[in-house]
């Protein structure tokens, strides 16, 4: 009863907060209380059903029979409340935190942490592609709930910006040192790793643009203190502890090649035609890729995909295949329906260490790009169709219907065009495409949020 009513407080200050509208269509509002100020103001999604209030409670004075000083919980309740809370979302922890002093005393400050510690990270929450003219806006794909991040782009300066990994972290490097930093957008914390440059030495072939060559494809936990990052113009696959000072190749003796790769539970995994591998580490021994699952089948990598998501805790490899329509024969060509898209399903079973086809998708959907992936459910975002996957809007994922997104259903097999951009309009702005007129839907913007590129090149 105790926990229950101080966490009726917070849901009162809450309450006093204004928040705002953003330009979503199809997103369920969150069941929970608005959020009360964490870093920034909370903001709730439009076209969504209002959760319910409670009725306004009378004014306390310190003379009634019943009034309580909330802010002098102590330490047993106020801490299991503040550990309620982190288990469920670390902006609901962070909020508690902000309350006030006295329940701040009482629950360990996040920074006080090392980055790597998976209890502080933002899991949940998404940073939305950005849009010129508006702030920046990470997502929860859980609850549906927005925030705005007005301090974010101060934080940003000097740096490209990758990511978030799964976990939730942005992945920084500085201009000018080529240091690698990891970003927790929720807390503020920033911590270094060792400059991209530490792995020239290992290069086949020199390069001056080293922009380009240290760009991150992916990056996330290899074990709860290494960190992996694929660096995509180089071809390397390296990781490195918090007090290191230059990164480690991982290991691959058969030449193992990939797109995508996940952070899933703690551990790196990448799917390859030899099956899905995960970046083995311990002390004895150097980092290296060894064999997770085995694939059902050999599948041909000649226009086509491999990609891991995390489907609400069940791992998932989606083979994505481009079959042309009028036989083998037939020339890949840019004329419409030459060709279509066909996507295969499996679970990726860690302890049997293998794959195993699946028909559906539990209900939930998921938004496919070349190298970012994402699993969300239709009960919080009702306007996605369930059981289907959206893909991105990247060349190499669309086949030769370019400029169109495209929804495959599981359900019936059919395919419909829903995409943002119009084909033919081209402005750098946009990832090379030009957005038709508003209001986007929660579908368009996923699409944009898992399309290349992942960096911004500019000045936040």
Known sequence: MLVFEAASVVGDSRRQLSSGQIPFRGVKRSSRLPSAQLLLPAHSLSGAKRARSDPPRPVSSSTHPKWM?????????????????????????????????????????????????????PRKWIMLREISGHPRIFLNVSTGQCIQMPRLPELLRGHDVFGPTTEGLLVLLDRTSYIVRLLNPLTGQVTDLPPATTLLRLMKYPTTDLRKAFEV?????????????????????AVAKLEDKCWTLVDDNQGSSFLSAISFEGRFYCPTNRGVMVVETSENQPPRLVLAARLTKVFPLMLSTMHLV?????????????????????????????????????????????????????????????????????SVFPSVKSDSIYVGLDDDMLGTDFGRNRLCCFTDGTTEHCGIFEPGNIDEEFSGRKPRFGPWGIDDYLSWYVTEPQDDSEDA
């Open 69 to 121: 000083d909330w802010s002098d919980l102590g330490d047993g309740p106020a801490g299991l409340i503040a550990e309620r809370l982190l288990a469920n979302d670390v902006a609901d922890y962070i909020r508690f935190r902000a309350v006030c002093c006295s329940w701040r005393q009482w629950s360990t400050d996040p920074r006080a942490h090392g980055i790597l510690d998976r209890r502080f990270h």
């Open 310 to 378: 995390d489907n609400d805790g069940e791992l998932i490899l989606v083979y994505r295949r481009i079959q042309l329509r009028d036989g083998e024969g037939e020339q890949f060509s840019d004329t419409k329906n030459k060709c279509f898209i066909q996507n295969y399903t499996y679970r990726v079973d860690l302890k049997a260490m293998n794959t195993r086809p699946v028909l559906g998708l539990g209900g939930r959907a998921m938004f496919i790009g070349l190298r970012t992936t994402l699993s969300v459910s239709t």
């Open 217 to 237: 494809s992916d990056a996330g936990l290899a074990d709860n203190s290494t960190f992996a990052i694929h660096f995509l113009g180089i071809q390397m696959l």
